[in-house]
Every structure is written in C-alpha cells, then in structure tokens.
C-alpha cells in the first residue's frame, strides 16, 4: 500500500534525512503529496516491522499490523502537530495496535525466532535456558513486553522509550523493574527444576 520493502531494511546513518528534509516531507505529505510519504515509511518501517514482529511473534502478522499502523498514522497527519515526535507517535500507534492484536486474536503455537532477538537482554548461561527466557518474554502481559522491547531490544533511553509508549520515564521503568522480576523468577524455577532432576 505505501511501497513497504520486501525485508524492511534498517537505514545507515549516512542515508538519514536531515531535519529540515524530514520537516519538509511532514509538510508535503499533509498535503497529499504520496512520495513524501512513502519517504516517511521507508525511514520508519524497519523499526515498526521489529516491534510488530517481536511483540507478536509471527511474520504475516507483523507485517500486516505494520501495513495499519503506517494507514494510521496516514489517516492521523492533518491532526499531528508537532513534527519532531513523528517518530515516537509512529512508535506509539504500532504498540497500541500490538496490544489490541494480542488481546483480540486468538494467540498462536510460537514460532521459530530470530536468536539474537533478545541479544540485549541479560540470558542465563545456556541454550535451553535462553530459550526459556525467550519464551518467558513473549508470556509477558503486552505492557511489560512492550517495555522490554523498547528499553532493551531496541536499545532506547529511558527517556525515548517511554516517550515512545506514551508513558512517563517513571512509569517506564516500574515496567521494567516488574518486568525482570517476571524473568528472574521464570529463570529460577528452571535453575530449581533443574536441580531437582539432576539429584534424582
């Protein structure tokens, strides 16, 4: 629909647009101009397919909710009025879209994943147990893996993350800390489990 690329390619640093080219594409694009806003979607989409896919797991999915939230955000350019936040409200429209897909479709067998998806996150020694924690984040309530995603799998500050999620920073990292509680408990269960086998 707006000319998403094939395998969403992250941009180089070198191809980044400037601010001001960015501003201009924002203005040209709420004026109906469809090249200017295929420029906002190439920026952008690497981005919004990762936290679609990390969030539900799943590639037609990701690649359908990436598809309205760039129809959202279309919809909703005559009302945004701040051009420097279109990254965060961007961000924000495709994890409110992740939430109300998770809540409202039936979940899915889980899929085989990408291994470095949660390179950021600290794993416990091992293969097996770094599956589990894989599959312990994708058990996460989407509030608390929305948090993760976006503190530490997409490397943000706190400061960009919470903006991101429309969140306060605070709020933000009380997800966090919630969220690696959930994990360390997770992770020793099987430290526990694991033990006990062991001794039998």
């Given amino acids: 629909m707006f000319g ?3 395998h969403y390619p992250a941009l180089s640093r070198a191809s980044l647009p400037s601010v001001s080219c960015l501003q201009d594409n924002l203005r040209r694009a709420r004026r109906g101009d469809p090249s200017a ?3 906002i979607v190439r920026r952008h989409q690497h981005r919004v397919y990762n936290l679609a896919y990390r969030m539900l ?3 037609d999915d990701a690649e ?3 598809q309205e939230a760039f129809l959202r955000v279309f919809q909703s350019l005559p009302r945004l009025r701040d051009d420097r936040a ?3 409200y961007i961000t924000r429209v495709a994890a409110n879209l ?3 897909w998770l809540r409202t479709r039936r979940r899915r067998p889980e899929q085989t994943t990408d291994p470095t998806d ?3 996150v600290p794993a416990p020694v091992g293969s097996e147990l770094h599956a589990h924690l894989r599959a312990a984040v994708s058990d996460l309530a989407p509030k608390y893996r929305l948090a993760v995603t976006a503190f530490y799998l997409e490397g943000r500050s706190y400061a960009e993350a919470a903006r991101a999620l429309g969140i306060s920073a605070r709020a933000l990292k009380t997800r966090l800390y919630r969220a690696r509680t959930m994990l360390r408990q997770t ?3 099987l430290d526990t489990g694991a033990g006990e086998e062991a001794a039998t």
């Fill in 4 to 6: 998403l690329t094939a």
């Fill in 187 to 189: 992770v020793a269960a």
């Fill in 57 to 59: 797991r799943d590639h």
């Fill in 37 to 39: 806003f295929e420029e």
């Fill in 86 to 88: 279109l990254g965060a």
């Fill in 118 to 120: 949660l390179a950021s």
């Fill in 98 to 100: 992740c939430i109300t």
């Fill in 64 to 66: 359908d909710l990436t």
